[in-house]
């Protein structure tokens, strides 16, 4: 509830409030959360502090107001911070939310020369292939594969951790250490094959997410590449100074 002494504004304490019910899925997504006329009775605020309230839920993307309908709580995208590596199941679960694999793919291969100069190694080097079918909350999410040179995990694909996190079975199995990567985001549309596993229409707007990460002494571990439904995604960067370059 909110507090009228506190210095902190109504509509921030309201906004704040209905948050916290919608995170604790008090109401779960396509649920209209209460009218103008009933919050102004539960919070004893005005109507512009409720109105106030919803448009700061709308802006931060928990709610979207529907003409003549009222204001419905809607999907959250997933949120993922640039300039650290973490998977995409520790993403997930930063943000409270619980992923499962729901198909996976898995051998080995050698490195055809394309992926080879891809992945900066020799062609012909052993690798192992896992790909896998990611979902939130029931429904499909994002198409994972990944290419991983196999001398450094021997068995790997035997693990059924893998299924979860890859990176995880690299660290505490086999002690790999992740030091740097360098990754590619790019917008393009979903294919055929993409549309039917993420259950969207083709030419969908999808996230690709391209990564090559490396030892530390610069030394390739895998090639990971992500397509994830452009509608539930998003990548944010913290930005800091000015480039000295002059245009």
């Known amino acids: 509830m909110i507090d009228k002494n506190s210095p902190v504004p109504l509509y921030h304490q309201v906004e704040q409030d209905l948050k916290q019910d919608i995170k604790a899925k008090k109401y779960a997504v396509g649920d209209p959360i209460p009218t103008e ?64 694999a729901q198909k996976i793919d898995k051998r080995e291969l050698t490195a055809t020369p394309e992926l080879a100069e891809q992945m900066e190694i020799e062609p012909g080097t052993r690798l192992y292939y896992v ?13 994972s594969r990944i290419h991983i040179i196999a001398d450094l995990a021997p068995g790997l694909l035997e693990i059924d951790g893998i299924k979860d996190s890859v990176y995880k079975v690299l660290e505490e199995q086999y002690h790999v250490e992740l030091s740097s990567a360098d990754e590619v985001v790019e917008a393009c549309a979903a294919d055929t094959m993409q549309a039917k596993l993420l259950q969207i229409e083709a030419g969908f707007p999808i996230i690709k997410v391209t990564r090559l990460t490396r030892d530390p002494i610069g030394k390739t ?27």
């Open 37 to 100: 006329v009933d919050l102004i009775a539960r919070y004893g605020v005005s109507r512009m502090t409720i109105r106030l309230a919803i448009e700061e839920l709308e802006k931060e993307g928990y709610v979207k107001k529907v003409q003549g309908r009222g204001t419905f709580v809607k999907r959250q995208k997933v949120t993922q911070e640039l300039g650290v590596i973490t998977s995409w199941s520790e993403t997930m679960r930063a943000q409270g939310k619980e992923p499962v």
């Open 131 to 143: 790909e896998r079918l990611r979902c939130v909350d029931g429904e499909p999410l994002s198409i």
């Open 221 to 247: 571990i895998e090639l990971s590449e992500v397509w994830t439904r452009g509608d539930q995604y998003a990548y944010k960067v913290h930005l800091s100074g000015r480039s000295k370059k002059k245009y």
